[in-house]
């Protein structure tokens, strides 16, 4: 079970510098517009080295590269805040954090005057913390697999679905924020080569209807092919109640890794299957560190006809991705 104190920094349990400790907001604004604004904004805490790196990122279009983003920027050592504090600090690329009520609230601003940038929103839960390791929460608990990289990576883990109230400015143009999002909060020893792949995706209706999911998927099918997706955690949170999700399935439809189009099928701990399709309004290689790509995509959902938006982050390391891609540059193999 996540308490108020999961909120702040935890001790590492093993003694390895790679520990780490993130915490990511993922939002949108202007999604009944015909260019929607996907917001990003990460802090990966590496306590025992002493650093923090930190992304943020404003993007509406359809890119491959980082930089043709409507705003991306990056930072890998930037220097822990003494004396450390994850409910209330101030980074030197312009993020201040402040968590008011433990796992609840959270007030983040970010400013950036040689870009003409101006964030700020206030985050509230809807719900309580989801922990996927706690198996009285989450049905999938008990076959977690620690052998994967992100098996490690959250070894402390909760996602939970929120409010999200604010503005950003950028180059002249502000734009209300007012959405239904999903945060996440993790713990445990991050390492710099991803070996396994993660699906993280969420698709919100409305403050009484979301789905958020975890899947594990493949890229044999190649940069352009399709995925089979195998749910490995997520929720319903359905008017209040938060109901585990015991098995999902689904299907990716990819270009060049991005998600083009998502199918699932899910079902919750009561029984009732969740019929969940998503299309991409936007593309964008979300790298929180150096040596994993995020495949990242805004999707315009529909959960049982109704109609949602979020995204859809498909991490895969870097030895995986130059492999698939010498594959595809190689072409189909000879026939017979």
Not at 101 to 129: C, G, I, K, Q
């Given at each position: 079970?996540?308490?108020?104190?999961?909120?702040?920094?935890?001790?590492?349990?093993?003694?390895?510098?790679?520990?780490?400790?993130?915490?990511?907001?993922?939002?949108?604004?202007?999604?009944?517009?015909?260019?929607?604004?996907?917001?990003?904004?990460?802090g990966?805490?590496?306590?025992?080295?002493?650093?923090?790196?930190?992304?943020?990122?404003?993007?509406?279009?359809?890119?491959?590269?980082?930089?043709?983003a409507?705003?991306?920027?990056?930072?890998?050592?930037?220097?822990?805040?003494?004396?450390?504090?994850?409910?209330?600090?101030?980074?030197?690329?312009?993020?201040?954090?402040?968590?008011?009520?433990?796992?609840?609230?959270?007030?983040?601003?970010?400013?950036?005057?040689?870009?003409?940038?101006?964030?700020?929103?206030?985050?509230?839960?809807?719900?309580?913390?989801?922990?996927i390791?706690?198996?009285?929460?989450?049905?999938?608990?008990?076959?977690?697999?620690?052998?994967?990289?992100?098996?490690?990576?959250?070894?402390?883990?909760?996602?939970?679905?929120?409010?999200?109230?604010?503005?950003?400015?950028?180059?002249?143009?502000?734009?209300?924020?007012?959405?239904?999002?999903?945060?996440?909060?993790?713990?445990?020893?991050?390492?710099?080569?991803?070996?396994?792949?993660?699906?993280?995706?969420?698709?919100?209706?409305?403050?009484?209807?979301a789905?958020?999911g975890?899947?594990?998927?493949?890229?044999?099918?190649?940069?352009?092919?399709?995925?089979?997706?195998?749910?490995?955690?997520?929720?319903?949170?359905?008017?209040?109640?938060?109901?585990?999700?015991?098995?999902?399935?689904?299907?990716?439809?990819?270009?060049?890794?991005?998600?083009?189009?998502?199918?699932?099928?899910?079902?919750?701990?009561?029984?009732?299957?969740?019929?969940?399709?998503?299309?991409?309004?936007?593309?964008?290689?979300?790298?929180?560190?150096?040596?994993?790509?995020?495949?990242?995509?805004?999707?315009?959902?529909?959960?049982d006809?109704?109609?949602?938006?979020?995204?859809?982050?498909?991490?895969?390391?870097?030895?995986?991705?130059?492999?698939?891609h010498?594959?595809?540059?190689?072409?189909?193999?000879?026939?017979?």
């Amino acid at each position: 079970m996540i308490g108020p104190e999961d909120a702040q920094f935890h001790a590492p349990t093993v003694d390895d510098p790679l520990w780490a400790e993130t915490n990511y907001f993922g939002l949108y604004a202007g999604q009944d517009t015909a260019t929607p604004m996907n917001i990003g904004v990460y802090g990966l805490f590496r306590e025992p080295l002493g650093v923090v790196g930190s992304t943020v990122s404003v993007n509406s279009r359809r890119v491959s590269t980082p930089w043709a983003a409507d705003y991306w920027d990056a930072w890998e050592h930037l220097v822990v805040p003494q004396p450390s504090n994850l409910l209330d600090y101030e980074l030197a690329n312009g993020l201040k954090v402040v968590c008011t009520d433990p796992n609840r609230v959270w007030d983040v601003s970010y400013s950036d005057a040689a870009a003409d940038l101006e964030l700020h929103f206030r985050w509230t839960a809807l719900m309580e913390p989801y922990d996927i390791n706690d198996p009285a929460m989450d049905p999938m608990a008990a076959v977690k697999d620690m052998t994967k990289t992100w098996g490690h990576a959250y070894a402390g883990h909760f996602d939970s679905t929120g409010h999200v109230e604010g503005e950003i400015a950028l180059r002249g143009v502000t734009t209300p924020i007012d959405c239904v999002s999903t945060m996440d909060h993790s713990w445990g020893v991050r390492a710099e080569r991803q070996t396994s792949r993660l699906s993280w995706m969420h698709a919100h209706v409305s403050r009484d209807l979301a789905v958020h999911g975890l899947f594990d998927f493949s890229t044999d099918g190649g940069p352009d092919g399709e995925s089979p997706l195998q749910l490995t955690h997520g929720y319903v949170l359905d008017h209040g109640q938060v109901r585990g999700l015991v098995r999902g399935s689904g299907t990716t439809r990819r270009s060049g890794l991005y998600p083009e189009a998502i199918t699932l099928e899910v079902e919750d701990e009561t029984g009732r299957t969740w019929d969940v399709r998503g299309a991409a309004l936007t593309t964008f290689p979300w790298q929180s560190q150096p040596g994993v790509v995020g495949h990242n995509s805004l999707l315009r959902w529909t959960v049982d006809g109704q109609t949602g938006y979020g995204e859809c982050m498909d991490f895969v390391g870097m030895g995986e991705l130059g492999a698939l891609h010498h594959r595809a540059a190689q072409g189909p193999g000879p026939v017979g």
